[in-house]
Antibody
Framework: ELQLVQSGAEVKKPGESLKISCKGSGYSFTSYWIGWVRQMPGKGLEWMGIIYPDHSDTRYSPSFQGQVTISADRSINTAYVQWRSLKASDTAMYYC????????????????WGQGTLVTVSS | QSVLTQPPSVSGAPGQTVTISCTGS?????????VHWYRQFPGTAPKLLIYGNTNRPSGVPDRFSGSKSGTSASLAITGLQAEDEADYYC???????????FGTGTKVTVL
């Protein structure tokens, strides 16, 4: 069974660093892009970026470029997103999701999602 | 901010049909990129509902259907049921942003 299992909820102070994870199982993890999506409290979904775990090719949304770092460890089927210095505005639920990427440019969708990791940043 | 606009809310009585619009522009839906739809129940992760404008993943009832025309797309829910109460999001690709974009989201209420 295909699963994306994310790390648990985090409570951090402004200025602290954080790395959350997303472990894939039940499919060939290195053959699919993984995306990260932010959902701030009471708000909609925002695409952050994607990574191809096989060679760590990474693309970022302009809104998140420079704000987060997306990485992957293919040896343990895990993708990550990390912050060097958290802000209160980073408080949100973060989802990872598997991207289905047919050859036609741009016609891609997220077919399976992790359960989400709640990040709370507060002094 | 989202570049795909959806109505904040739609409602209908059980058994009725509701339609959710997703309006984009010439750099996303109007450029020919596919539209996909997700459903999100409170406190849970989004789940794929429609992909490639009109296709339903296995297990999604045929009460859900998608369409696309010009710079807009729509999701229709026929035979509305209480269990359909959720938030619904469209998603596409935007060439000017070189990335994926989600709609603003629509809350469906069953009266």
């Amino acid at each position: 069974e295909l699963q994306l299992v994310q790390s648990g909820a985090e409570v951090k102070k402004p200025g602290e660093s954080l790395k959350i994870s997303c472990k894939g199982s039940g499919y060939s993890f290195t053959s699919y892009w993984i995306g990260w999506v932010r959902q701030m409290p009471g708000k909609g979904l925002e695409w952050m970026g994607i990574i191809y775990p096989d060679h760590s090719d990474t693309r970022y949304s302009p809104s998140f470029q420079g704000q987060v770092t997306i990485s992957a460890d293919r040896s343990i089927n895990t993708a990550y997103v990390q912050w060097r210095s958290l802000k209160a505005s980073d408080t949100a639920m973060y989802y990872c999701a598997r991207l289905i990427k047919p050859p036609s440019p741009g016609d891609h969708w997220f077919d399976s999602w992790g359960q989400g990791t709640l990040v709370t940043v507060s002094s | 901010q989202s570049v795909l606009t959806q109505p904040p809310s739609v409602s209908g009585a059980p058994g009725q049909t509701v339609t959710i619009s997703c309006t984009g522009s010439s750099s996303n839906i109007g450029a020919g990129y596919d539209v996909h739809w997700y459903r999100q129940f409170p406190g849970t992760a989004p789940k794929l509902l429609i992909y490639g404008n009109t296709n339903r993943p296995s297990g999604v009832p045929d009460r859900f259907s998608g369409s696309k025309s010009g710079t807009s797309a729509s999701l229709a829910i026929t035979g509305l049921q209480a269990e359909d109460e959720a938030d619904y999001y469209c998603q596409s690709y935007d060439s000017s942003l070189s990335g994926y974009v989600f709609g603003t989201g629509t809350k469906v209420t069953v009266l």
